[in-house]
């Protein structure tokens, strides 16, 4: 059983940054993928960006691909979101989640077998 308590959110100005933190439980959250997924009001919930196990491999959603940067620290059982350059687009509540399922293999929301409660991003114009 994973744990995830993600926190960082808040109010930003659009151009501004934020960045969002994801952390586990469990002595086995340094072998699961994981993801960033968003959802802004009346829209479906987004794919944003994966980690590998290792943080060696990382894939990113057009729409954020370089301005945002994932990354972990397995010794610290956290995953990160650094959000730059925010557009008010980029407004939605912001969720981690985990899956023991290879990198490769993972993909759709519904993959991921834990999720974090979720964290506000506003970003105004």
């Known amino acids: 059983q994973v744990q995830l308590v993600e926190s960082g959110g808040g109010l930003v100005q659009a151009g501004g940054s934020l960045r969002l933190s994801c952390a586990a439980s469990?002595?086995?959250?340094?072998?699961?993928?994981m993801g960033w997924f968003r959802q802004a009001p009346g829209k479906e919930r987004e794919f944003v960006a994966k980690?590998?196990?290792?943080?060696?491999?990382?894939y990113y959603a057009d729409s954020v691909k370089g301005r945002f940067t994932i990354s972990r620290d397995n010794a610290k059982n956290t995953v990160y979101l650094q959000m730059n350059s925010l557009k008010p687009e980029d407004t939605a509540v912001y969720y981690c989640?985990?899956?023991?399922?290879?990198?490769?293999?993972?993909?759709?929301?519904?993959?991921?077998?834990?999720w974090g409660q979720g964290t506000q991003v506003t970003v105004s114009s």
């Open positions: 469990g002595r086995t959250f340094s072998s699961y993928t």
């Open positions: 980690i590998s196990w290792s943080g060696g491999r990382t």
């Open positions: 989640a985990a899956t023991p399922r290879g990198y490769n293999t993972v993909g759709r929301s519904s993959e991921y077998d834990y």
